[in-house]
């Protein structure tokens, strides 16, 4: 199972989020709530660093996937473009969940 936590800062602003296992819901190379999870997680980091001009602190175990840790410097949380991302994340993250919630887990702390 995914679990995805995204952590929030004065229950508005979004400062970090966390992604950890796998959905096996599928062959490899076949999983499409790994590859959905994985396309909607990329692409926020992307686009925070290409179209919010924020560095975010990214840790990733390349070697044996499921792990992706992405965390805001505290000079960008209040960024209005980065929030903006990060709720669309969530807003994915969550249409997900609904469809394959024996696949992934989704925490708002």
Partial sequence: MIRAVVSRRDAKIIDAFEITGHADSGEYGQDIVCAAVSVLTINTVNSLTVIAKIDPEVEMDKENG?????????????????????????????????????????TLK
Wanted: proline share 5%.
């Fill in 66 to 106: 499921g792990l992706m840790k992405v965390k805001l410097p505290n000079s960008e949380l209040t960024n209005p473009n980065g929030q903006l991302l990060l709720e669309s994340l969530v807003l994915g993250l969550q249409s997900i969940e609904q469809n394959y919630q024996d696949y992934i887990e989704l």
